[in-house]
C-alpha cells in the first residue's frame, strides 16, 4: 500500500515523514527526486541551461536553485516549462524507487511530495494524508528556514494548491501546530491504521 503525504510548504512533511521511517516505515521524497533529475550529466539540466544560460549554474557547475525559484515563481509560463521538462522525469524514478520500496520490509510505503495533487502524482497512491499548518504559521517557518523575505514565501504559497483545496482531497489530516509529542502520537495513531488497512 502507498501513502502519498503531502502539506504546503514548511508544514512539516519531511518531519513526519522521519517519525514514520521510525516506526520501521520507508519512503520516497519527490524532493530528493526532483533534485537528482536535474544533477549534472542529466537531460533536464541540459534543457534547462539551454532555456536559460550558465547564468543559471553555480561555481560547481550544479542549478543554482534559488537562481531558477526567481525566475519560475515570477512567470507562470516558465514555472510551467520547467513542470513539464522535470515532472515525466521525476514520475518515472519515482515508480522505480516505490517499486523497490514494496519489495523491502515495509508494512506500507510513503511517498512523500509538496506536489502530489498539482503533479498528478496523487493517482500512484492508495491514501492522501495531508499534514497541514496555518498560512501565517507556514510563512514564518518558510522565512526562517530557507532564508527568504515575505514576497518570496508569498509567491511560493501562491504557486502551490490552496490550503482548502487540498484539505478537501485528502482522506487524511495531520494538523502540526503543536509539540514534537503531539505529532509523534498523531503519527503513531495513524501508522497503527494503516498497518491495519496494509493487512487487510
Known amino acids: 500500500m502507498i501513502i502519498g503525504l503531502t502539506g504546503g510548504i514548511a508544514s512539516g512533511k519531511s518531519t513526519v515523514a522521519r517519525l514514520f521511517g521510525e516506526l520501521g516505515v520507508r519512503w520516497v521524497d519527490a524532493d530528493d527526486i526532483a533534485r537528482e533529475v536535474v544533477a549534472p550529466g542529466e537531460p533536464a539540466l541540459k534543457a534547462i541551461v539551454d532555456r536559460y544560460g550558465d547564468t543559471i549554474l553555480n561555481r560547481e557547475g550544479r542549478l543554482d536553485r534559488s537562481a531558477l525559484r526567481d525566475i519560475v515563481f515570477a512567470n507562470e509560463k516558465e514555472r ?9 522525469r521525476i514520475r518515472e524514478r519515482l515508480t522505480t524507487r516505490l517499486a523497490l520500496l514494496q519489495q ?21 497512491v492508495k491514501r492522501k494524508l495531508v499534514v497541514d499548518v496555518a498560512e501565517d504559521v507556514q510563512m514564518e517557518r518558510a522565512m526562517a528556514r530557507d532564508k527568504i523575505d515575505a514576497d518570496q514565501a508569498k509567491a511560493i504559497l501562491g504557486s502551490q494548491m490552496p490550503r482548502e483545496k487540498r484539505l ?13 509529542s503531539a505529532l509523534v502520537d498523531a503519527v503513531k495513531a495513524l501508522d497503527g491504521r494503516y498497518r491495519a488497512m496494509a493487512g487487510s
Open 80 to 88: 510551467r516549462w520547467l513542470e513539464a521538462t522535470t515532472h515525466p
Open 104 to 124: 523491502q520490509d515495509s508494512p506500507y510505503v510513503l511517498l512523500v511530495s509538496p506536489l502530489l495533487f498539482e503533479s498528478g502524482q496523487a493517482d500512484m
Open 168 to 180: 478537501s482531497l485528502a482522506d487524511d489530516v495531520l494538523v502540526n501546530e503543536g509539540d514534537l
